[in-house]
Every structure is written in structure tokens, then in C-alpha cells.
T-cell receptor, first 110, second 116 residues
Framework: KNEVEQSPQNLTAQEGEFITINCSYS?????LHWLQQHPGGGIVSLFM???GKKKHGRLIATINIQEKHSSLHITASHPRDSAVYIC????????????FGKGTHLIIQP | GAVVSQHPSRVICKSGTSVKIECRSL??????MFWYRQFPKQSLMLMAT?????????EQGVEKDKFLINHASLTLSTLTVTSAHPEDSSFYIC????????????FGEGSWLTVV
């Protein structure tokens, strides 16, 4: 079973700061997902990675398959970025469910 | 708009009753859907894999007779919590992958279940 570790668990930063959230996993994967969960519970998929780097707006996600590590970066952070960010991995193909990290609770203060 | 729709978003039921939660893929066919549960301040946990036209696959520790899953069509999976108890109170959420978008995962809105 894959163990997914995220750090930090909680992060409070000032608006405009560069944010980094880290994720490591124990077993080889087919894909890694970064998710955003808002207080009401709704979850949005931000990225799906199997290698390299992806960028969407102010968000950047990278993955190092050899080191079993991924990072999510937020540039020019804004209070609306405040949410729980969750790393999740899929070990097999599309028929396999996800294993989740515990999440990083991010608060961006104005 | 939503790609995967889940209903109801909130439900309160009495102990001993059953409650059904629906998960629909709105504009694509999903042969496989997943059901997850999240207790307060804990991580999401996979409960079961819902397979269209066949039996669901349950994760270890999840009672298949208590959490009934029916995936009768390519766009609908239902989770029924039978004989609900207060300890079943949780956030339940489904997901499906959209093949036309490289299997991008879409989550339903989630359902908050409170058993009183």
C-alpha cells in the first residue's frame, strides 16, 4: 500500500508570498494528482502528473519519479488560494482508486 | 459547470434508516466510479470502486452489506448507507475519470451525512 506524506500540514503566509507544498510517496505510481478542497468539502483537480512539470496560471506542479516526490508551488499567493491542498496517487491504471495525503491547510492573509 | 454531479449535498437521517447518495457523470460515460469517505480532520479514504454492470470492489474494512453500491448505468452510481449509525456520519464523495481528457479526475460535490 502506498504511503503518501505531505508537508507542511498547516501553512499561513502573507499575500504575495511564494508557496511550496511537498508530497512524497512510498511506492511507484502511474499518476499523481494535486487537489484543492474548499471548506464546503468540494474538491477540484488541479493537476495530474506522471512526469516533469505542469503550469496553470499561478500554480506549478513538479514531480520527480526517481525520488518519489512532488511539489506544488503557488506564485503571488492570494487570499482566495486559501484552501486544503491534497496530494493523491494512483498506483495502477484508470480502474484504481486514489490514495490521499492528509492535506495541507493553507491560509493566505491579506 | 459540473462534470460529475452528486446528490444530496446534505442529508440528516435517523439511526437505523437507510440513505441513498447518487453520483452522475453528466456528459460522459464512466465505466468506473469511486466512492470516498472523509471523517472530520482526516484524509479522504477510498471506500469502494464502482463498476458498471458488475459488483463493486470494496476496500479492506468497508462492509459491503452496509454500504451498498449500484452502478446500473454508465452515468450513474449510487451508494446506499443501510441501517445508518451515528458513526457513519461523514463526508462522502464520488469521482470519475473522463477519458476524453486524458482521464482527468472529476469529483462530485460531496455529500454530508449526519445520522442522529
Amino acid at each position: 500500500k502506498n504511503e503518501v506524506e505531505q508537508s507542511p500540514q498547516n501553512l499561513t503566509a502573507q499575500e504575495g508570498e511564494f508557496i511550496t507544498i511537498n508530497c512524497s510517496y512510498s511506492v511507484g505510481i502511474s499518476a499523481l494528482h494535486w487537489l484543492q478542497q474548499h471548506p464546503g468539502g468540494g474538491i477540484v483537480s488541479l493537476f495530474m502528473l506522471s512526469s516533469g512539470k505542469k503550469k496553470h496560471g499561478r500554480l506549478i506542479a513538479t514531480i520527480n519519479i526517481q525520488e518519489k516526490h512532488s511539489s506544488l508551488h503557488i506564485t503571488a499567493s492570494h487570499p482566495r488560494d486559501s484552501a486544503v491542498y491534497i496530494c493523491a496517487v494512483r498506483s495502477g491504471g484508470g480502474a484504481d482508486g486514489l490514495t490521499f495525503g492528509k492535506g495541507t491547510h493553507l491560509i493566505i492573509q491579506p | 459547470g459540473a462534470v460529475v454531479s452528486q446528490h444530496p449535498s446534505r442529508v440528516i437521517c435517523k439511526s437505523g434508516t437507510s440513505v441513498k447518495i447518487e453520483c452522475r457523470s453528466l456528459d460522459f460515460q464512466a465505466t468506473t466510479m469511486f466512492w470516498y469517505r472523509q471523517f472530520p480532520k482526516q484524509s479522504l479514504m477510498l471506500m469502494a470502486t464502482s463498476n458498471e454492470g458488475s459488483k463493486a470492489t470494496y476496500e479492506q474494512g468497508v462492509e459491503k452489506d452496509k454500504f451498498l453500491i449500484n452502478h446500473a448505468s454508465l452515468t450513474l452510481s449510487t451508494l446506499t448507507v443501510t441501517s445508518a449509525h451515528p458513526e457513519d456520519s461523514s463526508f462522502y464523495i464520488c469521482s470519475a475519470s473522463r477519458p476524453s481528457e486524458g482521464n482527468t479526475i472529476y469529483f462530485g460535490e460531496g455529500s454530508w451525512l449526519t445520522v442522529v
